[in-house]
């Protein structure tokens, strides 16, 4: 049953993923109701405001004495969110956004101080980092289907690189340090985490070229966690081909997920059988849609599947990563952290 007090929200940055959003996301939430928007464009702001019935902001600083508005959906560049997220927290106000929560580890934490200071949440769409599948995951492992995890390979990989120019702020290392591996492989980073908790220390190497593009085109790294478990991170903006995949070598088995255009499925193996099985997933049917949680959080104070310590820990590894391919020797994830509240 929908809830009677949703909450009501404007939205910020109607762009590539903005856009997205409002297809169906944002307008069949039963859980938020949109109220504002606002956008640097201003007829693509006059368009949609019209278009959904909805008031237009006349700058980001109105939303934070505008009573009506009780959170926000920031759907805008990484290098804004901290700012974004800082001054919102700082009105009483709550946010909203999907990955990754900022650039660095460092304007993570700020960002999470800042909201844990003022008591208002500040919630990250973390997708497919904690998603039914991963919970499956997750659970075999601790059941101990596999054995203890020895090694770990990801990939998320897309062809950004040949699809956008100097405009854009993915083109740019500035505006989006590690390219593909900040923007999509942070999935990925995530997911290890959730599987194999904090991450330790990050050796890497990164790829540019063979684009005009400055942001890295490759970025490949090796990760020790605390689990025992090391893993090799691989994300690049410059394969044509879209590739995602999740591989896990246990003591007594495998688990496999992708590539994505083979099988999505997830399936495994173990030393006693060499039967290849699929992993049922049956959580799908209580995972909660992420504007539900963010609603249950704000409402009801109920802990999300997507938190703030996943996405801090997402970052801090493209973080030590790029350090660790800049300087050539390894980057403990304690440096990135060390200044952290």
Same mark, same amino acid.
């Given at each position: 049953?929908?809830?009677?007090?949703?909450?009501?929200?404007? /939205?910020?940055?109607?762009?590539?993923?903005?856009?997205?959003?409002?297809?169906?996301?944002?307008?069949?939430?039963?859980?938020?109701?949109?109220?504002?928007?606002?956008?640097?464009?201003?007829?693509?702001?006059?368009?949609?405001?019209?278009?959904?019935?909805?008031?237009?902001?006349?700058? $980001?600083?109105?939303?934070? #004495?505008?009573?009506?508005?009780?959170?926000?959906?920031?759907?805008?560049?990484?290098?804004?969110?901290?700012?974004?997220?800082?001054?919102?927290?700082?009105?009483?106000?709550?946010?909203?956004? !999907?990955?990754?929560?900022?650039?660095?580890?460092? =304007?993570?934490?700020?960002?999470?101080?800042?909201?844990?200071?003022?008591?208002?949440?500040?919630?990250?769409?973390?997708?497919?980092?904690?998603?039914?599948?991963?919970?499956? /995951?997750?659970?075999?492992?601790?059941?101990?289907? *596999?054995?203890?995890?020895?090694?770990?390979? *990801?990939?998320?990989?897309?062809?950004?690189?040949?699809?956008?120019?100097? #405009?854009?702020?993915? $083109?740019?290392?500035?505006?989006?340090?590690?390219?593909?591996? /900040?923007?999509?492989?942070?999935?990925? @980073?995530?997911?290890?985490?959730?599987?194999?908790?904090?991450?330790?220390?990050?050796?890497?190497?990164?790829?540019?070229?063979?684009?005009?593009? !400055?942001?890295?085109?490759?970025?490949?790294?090796?990760?020790?966690?605390?689990?025992?478990?090391? @893993?090799?991170?691989? @994300?690049?903006?410059? !394969?044509? *081909?879209? #590739?995602?995949?999740?591989?896990?070598?246990?003591?007594?088995?495998?688990? $496999?997920?992708?590539?994505?255009?083979? %099988?999505? @499925?997830?399936?495994?193996?173990?030393?006693?059988?060499?039967?290849?099985?699929?992993?049922?997933?049956? %959580?799908? %049917?209580?995972?909660?849609?992420?504007?539900?949680?963010?609603?249950?959080?704000?409402?009801?104070?109920?802990?999300? %599947? $997507?938190? #703030?310590?996943?996405?801090?820990?997402?970052?801090?590894?493209?973080?030590?990563?790029?350090?660790?391919?800049?300087?050539?020797?390894?980057? =403990? /994830?304690?440096?990135?952290?060390?200044?952290?509240?």
């Amino acid at each position: 049953m929908p809830p009677s007090d949703p909450i009501r929200v404007a /939205i910020v940055g109607l762009g590539v993923w903005g856009k997205i959003q409002m297809r169906e996301p944002v307008p069949t939430s039963p859980f938020i109701k949109l109220v504002a928007a606002y956008d640097l464009n201003p007829e693509l702001l006059a368009e949609f405001c019209e278009s959904q019935g909805v008031r237009a902001l006349p700058d $980001f600083d109105a939303i934070l #004495t505008d009573d009506e508005i009780e959170a926000v959906l920031l759907f805008t560049p990484n290098a804004a969110h901290p700012w974004q997220a800082q001054k919102l927290a700082e009105a009483g106000k709550h946010a909203y956004l !999907t990955k990754p929560i900022a650039n660095y580890a460092k =304007e993570a934490a700020d960002m999470i101080q800042a909201a844990e200071n003022a008591g208002t949440v500040l919630f990250v769409d973390h997708g497919s980092s904690v998603s039914p599948a991963m919970k499956a /995951i997750k659970r075999s492992l601790e059941e101990g289907l *596999v054995g203890d995890v020895l090694m770990a390979q *990801v990939n998320s990989s897309v062809g950004v690189h040949w699809q956008i120019d100097e #405009t854009s702020w993915r $083109f740019h290392r500035e505006s989006c340090p590690g390219g593909s591996a /900040i923007q999509v492989g942070v999935y990925q @980073s995530g997911m290890l985490y959730y599987l194999f908790g904090k991450p330790l220390r990050v050796t890497g190497t990164a790829g540019y070229g063979p684009t005009p593009a !400055t942001s890295e085109s490759s970025l490949v790294l090796t990760i020790d966690y605390e689990s025992g478990c090391r @893993s090799t991170f691989l @994300s690049s903006y410059s !394969t044509k *081909v879209n #590739t995602r995949y999740l591989h896990l070598f246990g003591i007594e088995g495998n688990i $496999f997920q992708g590539p994505q255009y083979i %099988d999505n @499925s997830v399936k495994y193996i173990r030393e006693d059988e060499w039967v290849l099985k699929e992993l049922p997933i049956v %959580d799908a %049917d209580s995972m909660l849609d992420p504007k539900e949680q963010f609603y249950r959080q704000i409402r009801h104070n109920e802990a999300p %599947d $997507f938190t #703030t310590d996943l996405a801090l820990h997402a970052v801090s590894v493209v973080d030590a990563g790029l350090r660790a391919a800049a300087r050539g020797q390894v980057v =403990e /994830i304690a440096e990135v952290l060390e200044h952290l509240p």
